[in-house]
């Protein structure tokens, strides 16, 4: 629960504030952008919410925000936000909210289908989440993009009976027990309307998923950074091999696919032959910084 008594002073007076424990992942600001702004290194209410609709988003990123570093003197309910997760993103794909701390409030998704649900990276294992997720058909499968952003998958796992899909590359301690480990570098057919396809490079073992060759769910290989402008992947945030994750996005280009949808960074729509562009930009960008690194 967030504390006044850490409240930040770029906080703007009033009902919300974010305090001191802020991790900075972004979320309130992706969700809420008329509420939170980015102070440097965290977040702040920047301009308290002044219609219903700017306080359910406000309350949305205070049930999100991975350190429950957002709060209300007053003590607002935040039962109506709670219950709008898993949040539609577009046709049966979801955004789950509830971002977990262990992995840095990465961003986690539900794509419902009627082979069976699949939930991308985990979210917190929470009971209201949990009992959403029943009620839309429950969980077969979960795929893990990366090592990073797996948090509650042992207790998603156990509750749906889902059998978990990671690249053997990145498998650690908490991940010994997953079901299915994927080998290799070359694509593999989960199902008809699903490819996973290894990007190493932000890790060994870096996965990202293709839904019906329209949704990416890139985890941390690919994101649209609002700064820029434009498809992005940093150099600064890759822990294995900048060259290799080079190669993994100049492959990305094989495929066609009009979302993006990351673990950290904003999600972007646009048309596949826009993406495309974009994703040569990108791949130009990253060689470029190869060279001037080596
Ligand atoms: S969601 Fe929470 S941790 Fe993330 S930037 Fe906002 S206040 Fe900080």
């Given at each position: 629960?967030?504390?006044?008594?850490?409240?930040?002073?770029?906080?703007?007076?009033g009902?919300?504030?974010?305090?001191?424990?802020?991790?900075?992942?972004?979320l309130?600001?992706?969700?809420?952008?008329?509420?939170?702004?980015?102070?440097?290194?965290?977040?702040?209410?920047h301009?308290?919410?002044?219609?219903?609709?700017?306080?359910?988003?406000?309350?949305k990123?205070?049930?999100?925000?991975?350190?429950?570093?957002?709060?209300?003197?007053?003590?607002?309910?935040?039962?109506?936000?709670?219950?709008?997760?898993?949040e539609?993103?577009?046709?049966?794909?979801?955004?789950?909210?509830?971002?977990?701390?262990?992995?840095?409030?990465a961003?986690?998704?539900?794509i419902?289908?009627p082979?069976?649900?699949?939930?991308?990276?985990?979210?917190?294992?929470v009971?209201?989440?949990?009992?959403?997720?029943?009620?839309?058909?429950?969980?077969?499968?979960?795929?893990?993009?990366?090592?990073?952003?797996?948090?509650?998958?042992?207790?998603?796992a156990d509750?749906?009976?889902?059998?978990?899909?990671?690249?053997?590359?990145?498998?650690?301690?908490?991940?010994?027990?997953?079901e299915?480990?994927?080998t290799?570098?070359?694509?593999?057919?989960?199902?008809?309307?699903?490819?996973?396809?290894?990007?190493?490079?932000?890790?060994?073992?870096?996965?990202?998923?293709?839904?019906?060759?329209?949704?990416?769910?890139?985890?941390?290989?690919?994101?649209?950074?609002?700064?820029?402008?434009?498809?992005?992947?940093?150099?600064?945030?890759?822990?294995y091999?900048w060259?290799?994750?080079?190669?993994?996005?100049?492959?990305l280009?094989?495929?066609?696919?009009?979302?993006?949808?990351?673990?950290?960074?904003?999600?972007?729509?646009?048309?596949?032959?826009?993406?495309?562009?974009?994703?040569?930009?990108?791949?130009?960008?990253?060689?470029?910084?190869?060279?001037?690194?080596?």
């Amino acid at each position: 629960m967030a504390l006044p008594e850490l409240r930040l002073r770029e906080n703007v007076p009033g009902d919300f504030f974010v305090d001191s424990t802020c991790i900075d992942c972004d979320l309130c600001r992706q969700i809420a952008p008329e509420t939170f702004r980015d102070i440097g290194d965290q977040s702040a209410v920047h301009h308290q919410p002044e219609t219903p609709a700017q306080e359910f988003a406000a309350l949305k990123a205070l049930v999100t925000c991975p350190t429950a570093s957002i709060g209300t003197i007053s003590h607002r309910s935040a039962k109506e936000a709670v219950a709008a997760y898993p949040e539609l993103v577009d046709e049966n794909v979801y955004f789950c909210g509830f971002a977990s701390e262990s992995s840095y409030g990465a961003s986690s998704y539900l794509i419902v289908r009627p082979e069976g649900n699949v939930l991308i990276d985990s979210p917190r294992f929470v009971v209201p989440l949990v009992k959403r997720i029943e009620a839309l058909g429950g969980l077969t499968t979960m795929f893990l993009t990366h090592r990073d952003d797996v948090a509650d998958h042992q207790k998603w796992a156990d509750h749906f009976k889902a059998e978990r899909i990671m690249h053997r590359e990145d498998i650690g301690r908490s991940t010994q027990d997953i079901e299915r480990r994927l080998t290799g570098r070359q694509p593999i057919e989960l199902a008809k309307d699903l490819l996973a396809i290894p990007t190493p490079g932000h890790t060994r073992g870096h996965t990202v998923l293709l839904y019906r060759d329209q949704y990416l769910f890139s985890g941390d290989h690919l994101w649209w950074s609002e700064t820029y402008n434009s498809l992005n992947a940093s150099h600064s945030v890759c822990w294995y091999s900048w060259s290799e994750q080079t190669r993994s996005m100049e492959s990305l280009l094989d495929y066609r696919f009009e979302w993006v949808l990351p673990g950290h960074g904003r999600r972007i729509h646009l048309s596949s032959s826009l993406m495309l562009e974009q994703l040569e930009r990108c791949v130009t960008r990253m060689k470029h910084t190869s060279r001037a690194a080596s």
